[in-house]
Protein backbone atom coordinates (compact mmCIF):
# COMPACT_ATOMS: atom_id res chain seq x y z
CA UNK A 1 0.00 0.00 0.00
CA UNK A 2 1.27 3.28 -1.14
CA UNK A 3 1.25 5.93 2.03
CA UNK A 4 0.83 9.66 1.33
CA UNK A 5 3.28 11.13 3.96
CA UNK A 6 2.01 13.88 6.38
CA UNK A 7 5.43 14.81 7.75
CA UNK A 8 3.45 17.55 9.63
CA UNK A 9 3.00 14.78 12.15
CA UNK A 10 5.44 12.22 11.79
CA UNK A 11 8.18 14.80 11.89
CA UNK A 12 6.96 15.78 15.27
CA UNK A 13 6.65 12.03 16.64
CA UNK A 14 10.23 10.59 15.58
CA UNK A 15 12.18 12.13 17.91
CA UNK A 16 10.12 10.63 20.50
CA UNK A 17 11.28 6.88 19.05
CA UNK A 18 12.85 4.73 21.53
CA UNK A 19 11.62 7.10 24.42
CA UNK A 20 10.47 6.01 27.79
CA UNK A 21 6.96 7.16 27.24
CA UNK A 22 3.84 6.25 25.32
CA UNK A 23 3.07 7.94 22.26
CA UNK A 24 -0.64 8.34 21.45
CA UNK A 25 -2.10 9.96 18.89
CA UNK A 26 -5.52 11.42 19.00
CA UNK A 27 -8.51 12.84 16.79
CA UNK A 28 -11.62 11.94 15.15
CA UNK A 29 -12.35 8.82 13.37
CA UNK A 30 -11.10 8.34 9.97
CA UNK A 31 -8.75 11.14 9.66
CA UNK A 32 -5.84 9.29 9.28
CA UNK A 33 -4.35 8.21 12.32
CA UNK A 34 -3.62 4.72 11.29
CA UNK A 35 -1.37 5.99 8.20
CA UNK A 36 0.20 7.69 10.26
CA UNK A 37 0.95 5.22 12.63
CA UNK A 38 1.97 3.37 9.68
CA UNK A 39 4.37 5.44 8.36
CA UNK A 40 6.15 5.67 12.15
CA UNK A 41 6.34 1.77 11.73
CA UNK A 42 8.11 1.86 8.15
CA UNK A 43 10.38 4.70 9.30
CA UNK A 44 11.32 2.16 12.50
CA UNK A 45 11.85 -0.76 9.59
CA UNK A 46 13.94 1.39 7.68
CA UNK A 47 16.26 2.88 10.87
CA UNK A 48 16.22 0.09 13.05
CA UNK A 49 18.23 -2.72 12.65
CA UNK A 50 16.16 -6.26 13.82
CA UNK A 51 12.90 -4.42 14.51
CA UNK A 52 9.99 -6.91 16.04
CA UNK A 53 6.80 -4.61 15.44
CA UNK A 54 3.71 -6.21 16.77
CA UNK A 55 0.40 -4.31 15.40
CA UNK A 56 -3.00 -4.70 16.99
CA UNK A 57 -5.89 -2.65 15.02
CA UNK A 58 -8.91 -3.25 17.09
CA UNK A 59 -11.04 -2.42 14.03
CA UNK A 60 -10.09 -5.58 12.72
CA UNK A 61 -11.55 -9.09 13.51
CA UNK A 62 -8.77 -10.50 14.34
CA UNK A 63 -8.19 -8.90 17.41
CA UNK A 64 -11.96 -8.80 18.98
CA UNK A 65 -10.81 -11.63 21.47
CA UNK A 66 -8.68 -8.54 23.11
CA UNK A 67 -11.38 -7.73 25.13
CA UNK A 68 -9.69 -6.31 27.95
CA UNK A 69 -6.24 -5.50 29.78
CA UNK A 70 -6.10 -9.22 30.86
CA UNK A 71 -6.71 -10.81 26.94
CA UNK A 72 -4.09 -7.82 25.38
CA UNK A 73 -1.47 -9.22 28.32
CA UNK A 74 -2.20 -12.80 26.82
CA UNK A 75 -1.86 -12.01 23.21
CA UNK A 76 1.61 -10.17 23.68
CA UNK A 77 3.27 -12.60 26.10
CA UNK A 78 4.68 -14.53 23.19
CA UNK A 79 5.35 -11.32 20.74
CA UNK A 80 8.47 -10.10 22.84
CA UNK A 81 12.18 -11.34 21.25
CA UNK A 82 14.58 -11.14 23.67
CA UNK A 83 17.46 -9.23 22.27
CA UNK A 84 15.39 -6.78 20.02
CA UNK A 85 14.47 -3.57 20.07
CA UNK A 86 10.29 -4.34 20.57
CA UNK A 87 7.77 -1.75 19.61
CA UNK A 88 3.77 -1.96 20.18
CA UNK A 89 1.12 -0.15 18.06
CA UNK A 90 -2.23 -0.44 19.29
CA UNK A 91 -4.60 1.03 16.47
CA UNK A 92 -8.09 2.55 18.73
CA UNK A 93 -6.81 0.96 21.79
CA UNK A 94 -9.80 2.64 23.67
CA UNK A 95 -11.59 -0.34 22.65
CA UNK A 96 -9.71 -2.43 25.25
CA UNK A 97 -10.97 -1.98 28.75
CA UNK A 98 -8.83 -1.08 31.53
CA UNK A 99 -5.59 -1.31 28.29
CA UNK A 100 -4.08 1.19 30.67
CA UNK A 101 -3.33 -1.06 33.38
CA UNK A 102 -1.06 -3.42 30.49
CA UNK A 103 0.64 0.07 29.16
CA UNK A 104 1.36 1.22 32.61
CA UNK A 105 2.99 -2.31 33.40
CA UNK A 106 4.92 -2.78 29.72
CA UNK A 107 6.01 0.76 30.20
CA UNK A 108 8.02 -0.21 33.88
CA UNK A 109 9.09 -2.97 32.32
CA UNK A 110 10.68 -0.90 29.44
CA UNK A 111 9.67 -3.86 27.45
CA UNK A 112 8.03 -1.75 24.09
CA UNK A 113 8.17 0.83 22.68
CA UNK A 114 4.97 1.72 22.99
CA UNK A 115 2.39 3.76 20.42
CA UNK A 116 -1.61 3.77 20.17
CA UNK A 117 -4.20 5.85 18.90
CA UNK A 118 -7.24 6.84 20.24
CA UNK A 119 -10.85 8.47 19.27
CA UNK A 120 -11.64 9.98 22.20
CA UNK A 121 -10.72 12.15 24.60
CA UNK A 122 -11.51 10.53 28.23
CA UNK A 123 -8.58 8.72 27.03
CA UNK A 124 -6.35 11.17 28.10
CA UNK A 125 -8.12 12.67 30.83
CA UNK A 126 -9.32 9.70 32.44
CA UNK A 127 -7.86 6.41 31.33
CA UNK A 128 -4.06 7.75 30.50
CA UNK A 129 -4.05 10.73 33.19
CA UNK A 130 -4.80 8.66 36.00
CA UNK A 131 -2.40 5.24 35.39
CA UNK A 132 0.19 7.55 33.19
CA UNK A 133 0.21 10.98 34.06
CA UNK A 134 3.87 12.12 32.71
CA UNK A 135 4.05 9.17 31.05
CA UNK A 136 2.94 9.67 27.50
CA UNK A 137 3.08 12.21 24.87
CA UNK A 138 -0.44 13.07 22.76
CA UNK A 139 -0.36 14.09 19.68
CA UNK A 140 -3.90 15.66 17.98
CA UNK A 141 -4.25 14.58 13.83
CA UNK A 142 -6.21 16.56 12.37
CA UNK A 143 -8.23 16.06 9.12
CA UNK A 144 -6.46 17.35 5.91
CA UNK A 145 -5.28 20.81 5.70
CA UNK A 146 -5.77 22.81 2.52
CA UNK A 147 -2.15 22.14 1.34
CA UNK A 148 -2.63 18.44 2.23
CA UNK A 149 -5.93 18.07 0.43
CA UNK A 150 -4.09 19.52 -2.58
CA UNK A 151 -1.00 16.70 -2.47
CA UNK A 152 -3.80 13.94 -1.42
CA UNK A 153 -5.68 15.03 -5.25
CA UNK A 154 -3.35 15.57 -7.10
CA UNK A 155 -4.63 19.02 -7.85
CA UNK A 156 -3.20 22.34 -8.22
CA UNK A 157 -3.80 25.39 -6.22
CA UNK A 158 -6.33 27.41 -7.77
CA UNK A 159 -9.73 28.88 -6.75
CA UNK A 160 -11.67 25.47 -8.48
CA UNK A 161 -9.54 23.44 -6.24
CA UNK A 162 -10.03 25.73 -3.06
CA UNK A 163 -13.74 25.81 -3.45
CA UNK A 164 -13.82 21.97 -3.74
CA UNK A 165 -12.08 21.34 -0.16
CA UNK A 166 -14.62 24.14 0.88
CA UNK A 167 -17.18 21.65 -0.40
CA UNK A 168 -16.06 18.02 0.59
CA UNK A 169 -13.39 18.89 3.24
CA UNK A 170 -10.11 16.67 4.37
CA UNK A 171 -11.38 13.18 5.18
CA UNK A 172 -8.25 11.42 3.59
CA UNK A 173 -10.36 8.40 2.20
CA UNK A 174 -11.46 10.98 -0.36
CA UNK A 175 -8.50 10.71 -2.13
CA UNK A 176 -9.72 7.38 -3.94
CA UNK A 177 -13.26 8.66 -4.73
CA UNK A 178 -14.01 11.34 -7.60
CA UNK A 179 -14.92 14.62 -6.10
CA UNK A 180 -17.68 14.81 -8.20
CA UNK A 181 -21.86 14.93 -7.22
CA UNK A 182 -22.69 12.84 -4.32
CA UNK A 183 -20.36 10.06 -4.39
CA UNK A 184 -18.16 12.33 -1.41
CA UNK A 185 -21.37 12.74 0.65
CA UNK A 186 -22.45 9.52 0.41
CA UNK A 187 -18.98 7.94 1.86
CA UNK A 188 -19.35 11.23 4.34
CA UNK A 189 -22.36 10.27 6.07
CA UNK A 190 -21.57 6.85 6.35
CA UNK A 191 -18.59 8.27 8.32
CA UNK A 192 -20.81 10.70 10.53
CA UNK A 193 -22.78 7.50 11.08
CA UNK A 194 -20.28 6.10 12.97
CA UNK A 195 -18.60 8.86 14.75
CA UNK A 196 -22.24 8.97 16.04
CA UNK A 197 -23.11 6.00 17.22
CA UNK A 198 -18.99 3.82 18.07
CA UNK A 199 -17.56 7.27 19.88
CA UNK A 200 -20.61 9.30 21.07
CA UNK A 201 -23.78 7.35 21.36
CA UNK A 202 -22.10 3.66 22.59
CA UNK A 203 -18.75 5.39 24.22
CA UNK A 204 -21.11 7.85 26.20
CA UNK A 205 -24.48 6.04 26.80
CA UNK A 206 -26.57 8.52 25.11
CA UNK A 207 -29.99 7.33 25.44
CA UNK A 208 -31.87 10.31 23.56
CA UNK A 209 -30.12 9.90 20.06
CA UNK A 210 -32.73 11.91 18.25
CA UNK A 211 -31.71 15.08 20.64
CA UNK A 212 -27.98 13.93 19.71
CA UNK A 213 -28.67 14.39 16.10
CA UNK A 214 -30.55 17.54 16.58
CA UNK A 215 -28.12 19.15 18.02
CA UNK A 216 -25.57 18.17 15.32
CA UNK A 217 -27.89 19.77 12.55
CA UNK A 218 -28.08 23.06 15.18
CA UNK A 219 -24.00 23.39 15.74
CA UNK A 220 -23.53 22.32 11.89
CA UNK A 221 -26.57 25.23 11.63
CA UNK A 222 -25.13 27.65 13.46
CA UNK A 223 -21.25 27.06 13.64
CA UNK A 224 -19.01 30.22 14.24
CA UNK A 225 -22.02 31.55 16.13
CA UNK A 226 -21.77 32.68 20.40
CA UNK A 227 -23.77 29.50 22.02
CA UNK A 228 -25.32 29.04 25.45
CA UNK A 229 -26.66 25.40 26.44
CA UNK A 230 -29.70 27.42 27.84
CA UNK A 231 -30.41 29.18 24.09
CA UNK A 232 -29.99 26.13 22.46
CA UNK A 233 -32.34 24.43 24.92
CA UNK A 234 -35.17 27.23 24.26
CA UNK A 235 -34.80 26.76 20.09
CA UNK A 236 -35.27 23.05 20.44
CA UNK A 237 -38.13 23.57 22.82
CA UNK A 238 -39.30 26.25 19.86
CA UNK A 239 -38.94 22.90 17.66
CA UNK A 240 -40.85 20.41 20.41
CA UNK A 241 -37.79 19.26 21.99
CA UNK A 242 -38.09 20.20 25.50
CA UNK A 243 -34.47 19.64 26.88
CA UNK A 244 -32.69 20.87 30.00
CA UNK A 245 -29.55 23.12 29.68
CA UNK A 246 -27.63 20.31 31.48
CA UNK A 247 -28.11 17.65 29.23
CA UNK A 248 -27.65 19.79 26.36
CA UNK A 249 -24.28 20.23 27.92
CA UNK A 250 -23.79 16.82 28.22
CA UNK A 251 -24.39 15.97 24.71
CA UNK A 252 -22.31 18.53 23.73
CA UNK A 253 -19.46 17.65 25.71
CA UNK A 254 -19.99 13.82 24.41
CA UNK A 255 -19.54 15.45 20.94
CA UNK A 256 -16.01 17.09 21.71
CA UNK A 257 -14.70 14.32 23.16
CA UNK A 258 -15.21 12.54 19.96
CA UNK A 259 -13.63 14.91 18.30
CA UNK A 260 -16.47 15.41 16.13
CA UNK A 261 -16.25 19.30 16.91
CA UNK A 262 -13.88 21.74 18.55
CA UNK A 263 -15.49 23.85 21.88
CA UNK A 264 -13.86 27.51 21.74
CA UNK A 265 -14.12 29.52 24.72
CA UNK A 266 -13.89 33.25 25.16
CA UNK A 267 -10.39 34.61 26.00
CA UNK A 268 -10.01 38.42 27.38
CA UNK A 269 -6.67 40.00 25.20
CA UNK A 270 -4.23 41.06 27.15
CA UNK A 271 -5.17 38.96 30.30
CA UNK A 272 -6.19 36.09 31.74
CA UNK A 273 -9.40 35.99 31.88
CA UNK A 274 -11.14 32.68 30.38
CA UNK A 275 -15.65 33.16 30.23
CA UNK A 276 -17.27 30.68 31.13
CA UNK A 277 -20.57 31.61 29.07
CA UNK A 278 -20.69 32.14 25.51
CA UNK A 279 -18.58 29.68 23.78
CA UNK A 280 -18.48 28.95 19.57
CA UNK A 281 -18.31 25.20 18.12
CA UNK A 282 -16.45 24.08 14.80
CA UNK A 283 -16.58 20.90 12.84
CA UNK A 284 -13.38 19.11 12.73
CA UNK A 285 -14.05 18.46 9.16
CA UNK A 286 -16.18 20.78 7.04
CA UNK A 287 -17.00 18.18 4.89
CA UNK A 288 -18.68 15.85 7.96
CA UNK A 289 -20.77 19.12 8.62
CA UNK A 290 -21.95 19.78 4.55
CA UNK A 291 -22.84 16.10 5.03
CA UNK A 292 -25.28 16.91 7.26
CA UNK A 293 -27.20 20.13 6.44
CA UNK A 294 -25.56 20.19 2.41
CA UNK A 295 -23.19 22.58 0.69
CA UNK A 296 -25.10 25.70 0.33
CA UNK A 297 -22.11 28.09 -0.62
CA UNK A 298 -24.01 31.36 -0.85
CA UNK A 299 -25.78 30.79 2.25
CA UNK A 300 -23.10 28.87 4.51
CA UNK A 301 -19.73 30.40 3.12
CA UNK A 302 -18.84 33.03 6.07
CA UNK A 303 -19.03 29.99 7.95
CA UNK A 304 -16.97 27.49 6.47
CA UNK A 305 -14.19 30.50 5.74
CA UNK A 306 -14.28 30.82 9.69
CA UNK A 307 -14.17 27.05 10.30
CA UNK A 308 -11.26 26.24 7.64
CA UNK A 309 -9.37 29.44 9.52
CA UNK A 310 -9.69 27.75 12.33
CA UNK A 311 -8.62 24.66 11.71
CA UNK A 312 -5.65 25.84 10.01
CA UNK A 313 -4.74 27.43 13.07
CA UNK A 314 -4.84 24.16 15.01
CA UNK A 315 -2.40 22.72 12.05
CA UNK A 316 0.14 25.02 12.87
CA UNK A 317 -0.22 24.06 16.75
CA UNK A 318 -2.01 27.28 17.78
CA UNK A 319 -4.22 26.81 21.21
CA UNK A 320 -6.66 28.74 19.77
CA UNK A 321 -9.56 31.34 21.19
CA UNK A 322 -12.47 33.97 20.39
CA UNK A 323 -10.64 36.82 21.44
CA UNK A 324 -12.94 39.31 24.09
CA UNK A 325 -11.52 43.59 23.99
CA UNK A 326 -13.96 45.24 26.10
CA UNK A 327 -17.18 44.89 23.99
CA UNK A 328 -15.45 43.88 20.76
CA UNK A 329 -14.71 40.58 19.36
CA UNK A 330 -11.99 39.17 17.43
CA UNK A 331 -12.45 36.21 15.74
CA UNK A 332 -9.23 34.11 16.76
CA UNK A 333 -6.32 34.97 18.85
CA UNK A 334 -4.25 31.69 18.75
CA UNK A 335 -1.45 31.22 21.77
CA UNK A 336 1.73 29.02 20.94
CA UNK A 337 4.22 28.63 23.75
CA UNK A 338 3.75 32.23 24.59
CA UNK A 339 3.53 33.81 20.69
CA UNK A 340 0.31 34.59 19.46
CA UNK A 341 -1.41 35.78 16.07
CA UNK A 342 -5.08 37.81 15.85
CA UNK A 343 -6.96 37.12 12.91
CA UNK A 344 -10.14 38.45 11.52
CA UNK A 345 -12.59 36.75 8.94
CA UNK A 346 -14.75 38.33 6.55
CA UNK A 347 -16.21 37.50 3.19
CA UNK A 348 -14.94 41.03 1.34
CA UNK A 349 -14.16 44.09 2.48
CA UNK A 350 -16.20 46.36 -0.24
CA UNK A 351 -17.93 48.62 2.66
CA UNK A 352 -16.14 50.77 4.57
CA UNK A 353 -17.95 50.27 7.74
CA UNK A 354 -16.96 46.60 7.40
CA UNK A 355 -13.11 47.66 6.56
CA UNK A 356 -13.52 50.18 9.74
CA UNK A 357 -15.09 46.91 11.80
CA UNK A 358 -12.28 44.30 10.76
CA UNK A 359 -9.14 46.70 10.80
CA UNK A 360 -10.50 48.98 13.92
CA UNK A 361 -10.55 45.74 16.29
CA UNK A 362 -7.52 44.47 15.30
CA UNK A 363 -5.67 48.15 15.69
CA UNK A 364 -6.75 48.24 19.30
CA UNK A 365 -4.70 45.74 20.33
CA UNK A 366 -1.68 46.50 22.42
CA UNK A 367 0.91 44.41 21.35
CA UNK A 368 3.48 43.62 17.85
CA UNK A 369 2.44 39.94 17.50
CA UNK A 370 0.66 39.53 13.64
CA UNK A 371 -2.45 40.51 12.89
CA UNK A 372 -4.74 39.02 9.81
CA UNK A 373 -7.92 40.26 8.09
CA UNK A 374 -8.45 37.05 6.01
CA UNK A 375 -11.09 37.59 3.21
CA UNK A 376 -12.41 34.94 0.77
CA UNK A 377 -11.34 36.53 -2.54
CA UNK A 378 -10.60 40.19 -2.49
CA UNK A 379 -7.60 41.85 -1.90
CA UNK A 380 -8.26 45.37 -2.26
CA UNK A 381 -6.41 47.26 0.26
CA UNK A 382 -3.08 45.47 -0.84
CA UNK A 383 -0.98 43.74 1.65
CA UNK A 384 -0.49 45.64 4.82
CA UNK A 385 -2.75 48.05 5.76
CA UNK A 386 -1.69 50.16 9.04
CA UNK A 387 0.60 46.71 9.87
CA UNK A 388 -2.48 44.47 9.22
CA UNK A 389 -1.96 41.90 6.71
CA UNK A 390 -4.89 41.43 4.63
CA UNK A 391 -5.19 37.67 2.88
CA UNK A 392 -7.27 35.97 0.73
CA UNK A 393 -7.84 32.95 2.21
CA UNK A 394 -6.25 30.60 -0.58
CA UNK A 395 -3.23 32.29 0.56
CA UNK A 396 -3.44 32.06 4.06
CA UNK A 397 -4.17 28.27 4.03
CA UNK A 398 -0.85 27.71 2.01
CA UNK A 399 0.73 30.14 4.84
CA UNK A 400 2.74 28.63 7.34
CA UNK A 401 1.96 31.22 10.24
Given amino acids: MKLIERPIYTNRIIPFIDRQVIKVLTGQRRVGKSYV ?62 FERSLRSLLAKNTYDIYCTGSNANMLSGELATYLSGRYVAFHIHSLNYQEFLQFHGLENSFESLLKYLKYGGMPFLANLDLED ?53 YLKSQKTDISPQLTINYLRALVNAYFVHKVVRSEIGGLKIFEIGEKYYFEDIGLRNSILGFNQRADLHKLLENVVYIHLLHQGYTVYVGKLGNKEIDFTGDRNGTKIYVQVCLTLYHEETIEREFGNLREIQDNYPKYVVTFNDAILGENHGGILQKNLIDFLMMTI
Avoid at 64 to 84: A, C, H, V
Avoid at 191 to 219: G, P, W
Wanted: zero cysteines; proline letters at 3%.
Fill in 37 to 98: MMQLMDHIRNTVVDANIIYINMEMEDFIPIISNIELNEYLKDKWIEGKPNYLFIDEVQEIAS
Fill in 182 to 234: DTPFEYLRNVYSTILLKDVVARENIRNVSFLENLVAYLADNMGSLFSASNISK
